[in-house]
């Protein structure tokens, strides 16, 4: 029975990688509904800001590759801006994968995918795709400038 069970999770595990259209770095900047990665995705961490916004970092193990997804109420009357933002494992900066803006009439969204290998977050605020709620610092002039949490919110990095 244990040889059956291991058997049984192999094939669903090659079915998921055959399903995928990229991994890893192929996957960067792609569409993980479009490329099928959607199919196995889990959700790493997830935040909500009572009950008008939901952000997940989710993963494909079968892609290897990570995204953002958010959701709002639709009676939520701003519209929010998520992105999943990420920065190479061995330091660098932070760059944003942005989903399209989130209205009303547009409450769910996807941001572009990226190699899973990257550390990442997911963020929404409500100020513009670029916008990071939660940098670990900002600079500018060569100074260091506190920034207060506005607008947003962030997973942890993963």
Not at 9 to 19: G, N
Not at 97 to 104: D, K
Not at 129 to 144: A, C, R, S, T
Request: some cysteine.
């Amino acid at each position: 029975m244990l040889l059956c069970l291991s058997q049984a999770m192999a094939a669903t595990t090659a079915t998921a990688a055959e399903a995928a259209g990229c991994t890893r770095s192929g996957c960067t900047g792609k569409n993980p509904v479009a490329m099928g990665c959607d199919t196995d995705a889990q959700v790493i961490e997830q935040i909500n800001q009572g009950n008008d916004i939901e952000i997940k970092l989710v993963w494909s193990p079968g892609c290897q590759a990570t995204w953002a997804k958010v959701s709002i109420n639709p009676l939520y009357q701003q519209s929010v801006y998520a992105a999943l933002w990420q920065t190479p494992t061995l330091g660098g900066f932070a760059a944003p994968r942005p989903t399209p803006s989130i209205t009303t009439s547009n409450p769910t969204g996807v941001s572009p995918m990226g190699d899973w290998k990257m550390t990442s977050k997911a963020c929404w605020n409500s100020r513009n795709d670029n916008w990071e709620p939660e940098p670990l610092l900002y600079e500018e002039g060569g100074k260091v400038i506190p920034t207060p949490l506005v607008n947003g919110d962030c997973t942890d990095w993963i």
